[in-house]
């Protein structure tokens, strides 16, 4: 299984709302990351767990709320988001540091702020 | 801070023909790894070919090459014999030696078309 699993694949919300994105992966990968990508942009990073632990926040706004329950599951809570937050939403896993092994991604998860 | 360009925002290649994508980096380091990512529109980002900077040696995965220059810190892919499926966006990724690997930087990428 190489897969990495993202739900829900679209999700359109209010500015008010509250929602979460969630990521699987079964590959006992110990790294999870989440990027943004806006239209005809690469991705950007925005967050990297390692070990369950958040390594790396990349000045992402507090709106955006990331937490790893386990080495299997990523999450990403959003709250108030603004209609600029519109993007596609990618997770990925990987092994963990060092080596050439690459990261895997998932399908991504496509967010509309109304 | 490393930076990665793509030089060609759109590419388009005839079914069967070779087709060349650019890119260039900058680093201060000397060890490091690049990748050449492919985005269908499926929107998975789906790895291609990788290089280690110490290896000398350009990789090759089938139909698809790079030719790496360190010293003009250039990592070009050549795609052979194209198939109408390699049409996508691609985008090339540099991360540092050591790092988690998933903490890529990627260039802007180049939408490769391909006419049957």
């Known amino acids: 299984d190489t897969e990495v699993t993202q739900t829900p694949k679209h999700l359109v919300m209010g500015m008010t709302n509250k929602k979460s994105l969630k990521c699987e992966q079964h590959?006992?990968?110990?790294?999870m990351y989440w990027y943004k990508q806006k239209a005809k942009k690469p991705p950007e990073l925005m967050f990297v767990?390692?070990?369950?632990?958040?390594?790396i926040n990349e000045s992402v706004p507090s709106r955006f709320s990331p937490e790893c329950p386990n080495s299997s599951l990523l999450n990403l809570h959003l709250h108030a988001l603004q209609p600029e937050d519109s993007a596609l939403y990618l997770c990925?896993?990987?092994?963990?540091?060092?080596?050439?092994?690459?990261?895997?991604f998932g399908q991504g998860t496509r967010l509309t702020v109304v | 801070a490393q930076t990665v360009t793509q030089s060609q925002p759109e590419m388009s290649v005839q079914e069967a023909e070779t087709v060349t994508l650019s890119c260039t980096y900058d680093?201060?380091?000397?060890?490091?790894?690049l990748f050449w990512y492919k985005q269908p529109p499926s929107r998975q980002m789906i790895l291609v070919i990788r290089?280690?900077?110490?290896?000398?040696q350009n990789a090759t995965e089938n139909r698809f090459s790079v030719n790496f220059q360190k010293a003009a810190k250039s990592f070009s892919l050549k795609i052979s014999d194209s198939q109408l499926g390699d049409a996508a966006m691609y985008f090339c990724a540099y991360r540092n030696y050591g790092g988690s690997q998933g903490n890529l930087i990627f260039g802007k990428g180049t939408k490769l078309s391909v006419k049957p």
């Open positions: 290089q280690e900077a110490y290896k000398q």
């Open positions: 590959m006992g990968h110990r790294a």
């Open positions: 680093t201060s380091e000397s060890d490091y790894y």
């Open positions: 767990y390692s070990y369950e632990k958040l390594s």
């Open positions: 990925a896993s990987s092994p963990g540091r060092g080596g050439v092994t690459e990261a895997f």
